[in-house]
């Protein structure tokens, strides 16, 4: 079973930009799909983007012209550049596969906070 694990989060204020990473203990490129999650406090889980082997790219329409996903089967490694963040945006950011694989990482938490 492939463990994720995610990185790169932390406290930025409003119209600010994050990096994340999430790196895979074993190759990813027989995943057709990854996926970036985020889960805010007293919320469910929600997927926020997803991208194909063939690197074809979906966005939810919160995140639609800020978030961009990418992937690297190389290096086992998906990442998400968040631009122009929002408040909105703050929750446990997760990876994984879409649809998920059973386990999942510790996640990366982002607060956007003045």
């Known amino acids: 079973q492939v463990q994720l694990v995610e990185s790169g989060g932390g406290l930025v204020q409003p119209g600010g930009s994050l990096r994340l990473s999430c790196a895979a203990s074993g190759s990813i490129a027989w995943i057709y799909t990854m996926g970036w999650y985020r889960q805010a406090p007293g919320k469910q889980r929600e997927l926020v983007a997803r991208?194909?082997?063939?690197?074809?790219?979906i966005y939810a329409d919160s995140v639609k012209g800020r978030f961009t996903i990418s992937r690297d089967n190389a290096k086992n490694t998906v990442y998400l550049q968040m631009n122009s963040l929002k408040p909105e945006d703050t929750a446990v950011y997760y990876c994984n596969a879409v649809p998920s694989l059973r386990s999942w990482g510790q996640g990366t938490q982002v607060t956007v906070s003045s």
């Open positions: 991208i194909t082997r063939g690197s074809n790219t």
